[in-house]
C-alpha cells in the first residue's frame, strides 16, 4: 500500500514530497473550460495583460487540486475511506503557467473515529510551493483514514 494505515501518522511531522509538476498553459485552458469557469483572468492573454500581473493566473482551483494530488502517494491512496473537507484555503502567492509546483504536507491531528472502530480521521496542512520556495496554496484537509488491518 503506498499510502499510510491511520496509525503511522504522527503529530506534527511534516512529510516532504518528491514528486513534483510544472504547470502548462494547456493545464490551465482545459481545467478552466471544464470546471465552466468563464474569468477572463484565465484564459485571455489580452485582459490579463492589464492586469497587476500581466498575464493569465493558473486557475486556483486547479492548483488546490494539484497541490493535494502531489501528496496522495505518500499518505491516502488506498488508505483513504474519503475526504471530509477542506478548510481555510489560501493563495498567497499567483500561479503562472511555466511554475513548478512541490508540496508538503503537515499532520495536525489525528483522532479515533467514534462510529467507526476500524478508521480514524487524519488531518493535514498541505502545502504548494513553487520554484522560487514561495508558498503558493495552503490548505487544511481532513481526512477519514483506515486503520491497518488486524
Known sequence: M????????????????????????????????????????????????????????MNSVFTLGLVVGLTIADTTLGTTVGNLGFEEVKYPKPVFAGDTIRAETTVVAKRESKSRPTQGIVTFIHRGINQRNEVVCECRRLALMMKAPA
Not at 510544472?22 to 492586469?51: C, G, K, R, W
Open 2 to 57: 503506498a499510502g499510510r494505515w491511520f496509525e503511522q501518522f504522527v503529530d506534527g511531522e511534516t512529510i516532504v514530497h518528491d514528486t513534483r509538476r510544472t504547470v502548462t498553459e494547456t493545464d490551465n485552458v482545459i481545467f478552466t473550460t471544464l470546471s465552466m469557469n468563464p474569468a477572463a483572468i484565465h484564459l485571455d492573454h489580452d485582459y490579463s495583460s492589464q492586469t497587476e500581473f500581466g498575464k493569465p493566473l
